[in-house]
């Protein structure tokens, strides 16, 4: 049975000295994907812990902050099951007891992709996941690929500033037509649901494309973008072929890129992305190798 503590300083007495800790930082509204993570960090770590906090700095829209899905009891059944030792889940006031005046702040990474579209997301993201980080101090720290910028921003920010931990990414869990795993999706509508896997083909016909030697992203990203557009209850928010470090948009494919898109049904925004991870070094001009 887990413990569950909600003050920070509670915490700290009772991680104390402890070593060998795996965090895994979710909003809760657990689902399969969170699942996996937890099943992780169980396999590699001495002591689990789960933090569940709906991080209002990194909500852009206050509506969409009301309407994330809360199920603690439900949570706290899973992290029960998944052999979880401690589930930190504070209220606002904890975490942030006073006017929050400092900041982890990745303009050059958010610029891009969701980011461009979440004006604030990405530093109220940094910026709690440093708090946790600093307040829990693991070891090792379990994040979905599924949030690829959030995973390139949380991996440069460990890098540039420093910080003691070992950043493990995790694939993305999908239903069988596709969808990658998300808490929103818990408010997508029957018939959203139905044209929700569209995101997904469409990287689909993205990374065939590439892999039939197709080398210019504006092809790409126009026929795939067809695929989403052909279904009339969606609208496209983003579909872009990037670096996966640096994130900045690639012309000409010569090397691994993530493909990364958002749209919205109705009022839900879903996300998802892929890796193509290409061969190193070889140039594009020459086209596959005999
Ligand atoms: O991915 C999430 O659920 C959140 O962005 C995180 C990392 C828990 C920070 O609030």
Redesign the pocket.
Known sequence: MHETIVGVAELRARLAGRRGVGLV???GALHAGHKRLLEIARRENDFVVA?I?V?PI?FDRKEDLDKYPRTMEEDLRVCDALGVDLVFAPSAADLYPREQLTFVESPTLSAHLCGAHRPGHFR??AT??LK?FNIVQPERAY??EK?AQ?LAI?RRMVEDLNVPVVVRAVETVREPDGLALSSRNKLLTAEERRVASVLFEALQVALALIEKGERASDAIRRKAIGVIERRTQTRLEYFDITDPDTLTPVERIDGPVLIAGAMWLGTTRLIDNVTWRGTPGRSPAAGPKP
């Open positions: 930082p979710t909003m933090s906090f991080n990194q109220g993201v709690v996941v946790l994040f979905g949030d959030q949380i």
